[in-house]
């Protein structure tokens, strides 16, 4: 099993940025494709980034972007330290939800649904005022 922890949210003007962290527990991160959502109230859980589980000793992932951040949003990760980040920049207050990290075992190199993770964190928010 794998727990997730999230942090980082916060209370951020608009134009501002976060960085978010997600903390993973046991040794099997490096093989987890892991992935960023947010859920704003009332609206369903909407994929925001996903970086690729490990892919060869030298380390190598791939990343995908919902179109909505592209270009705002960096997703990265420390294997060494069981960590995913993301990195938001140019926050605007439509970016506000909730934030939550998870974890995929199997399937494609960059899940984008939901069902496609088993392992989900608690979630952080992110409040980015206009």
């Known amino acids: 099993q794998v727990q997730l922890v999230e942090s980082g949210g916060g209370l951020v003007q608009a134009g501002g940025s976060l960085r978010l962290s997600c903390t993973a527990s046991?040794?099997?991160?490096?093989?987890?494709?892991m992935g960023w959502f947010r859920q704003a109230p009332g609206k369903e859980r909407e994929f925001q980034a996903a970086?690729?589980?490990?892919?060869?000793?030298?380390?190598?992932?791939?990343?995908n972007y919902a179109d909505s951040v592209k270009g705002r949003f960096t997703i990265s990760r420390d294997n060494a330290k069981n960590t995913v980040n993301l990195q938001m920049n140019s926050l605007k207050p439509e970016d506000t939800a909730i934030y939550y990290c998870a974890g995929a075992t199997s399937g494609s190199y960059l899940p984008r649904a939901t069902y496609e993770y088993q392992y989900w964190g608690q979630g952080t928010q992110v409040t980015v005022s206009s």
């Open positions: 046991g040794r099997t991160f490096s093989s987890l494709a």
């Open positions: 970086i690729s589980r490990r892919r060869g000793i030298t380390n190598y992932t791939i990343t």
